[in-house]
């Protein structure tokens, strides 16, 4: 599981790093991104389906960050900022989910309980933040574009500190 958690750490970091140094924080910016986090939640999700841990719920978040992968690559062509802004709600609102059932199939107290509880909370602020951005600001591409990147850099850090912690 450590290998996995230290891709995904990987992709989101580099995500926001990506964010961060763009000078341009439009739809475009955000679907490349999103791609790449997608990128490697997937690869992350494909090796542990191609080791037979978790398979079926490991299948589902494969499915869906493979689909999410090639609808953010789509958008990226069409340059569709109205579509980017979904995506923006369907990420964590999806992800935060494959965390709280992580949580709930997890033994009480272990490690992987808490980290999956921490994830899930990350995920569900940046829905909140997005949204708060939305409706006090309008439909603003820079506040939600600058909210993914700094969504992805404390999911890099988080999840960069639990693939590096000793216990399992």
Do not use: C
């Not at 542990?48 to 869906?64: G, Q, W």
């Amino acid at each position: 599981m450590r290998i996995t958690q230290a891709i995904q750490a990987a992709a989101a970091i580099i995500t926001g790093i990506f964010i961060t140094f763009s000078q341009i924080h439009d739809a475009l910016i955000g679907n490349i991104g999103l791609v790449i986090l997608a990128t490697g939640f997937a690869i992350s999700s494909a090796i542990l389906v191609a080791k037979n841990e978790a398979r079926t719920s490991n299948i589902i978040k494969l499915v869906f960050y493979a689909a999410l992968l090639i609808f953010a690559i789509v958008l990226i062509i069409q340059l569709d900022q109205l579509w980017f802004f979904g995506l923006m709600f369907i990420w964590p609102f999806v992800n935060g989910f494959f965390e709280v059932g992580k949580l709930f199939t997890s033994k009480p107290g272990s490690v992987s309980r808490k980290d999956s509880a921490l994830n899930a909370f990350i995920n569900f602020g940046l829905i909140v933040a997005v949204s708060i951005s939305g409706f006090v600001s309008g439909i603003d591409p820079v506040a939600f574009v600058g909210f993914f990147g700094a969504y992805a850099i404390i999911l890099g850090v988080h999840l960069g500190i639990s693939s590096a912690s000793p216990k399992a």
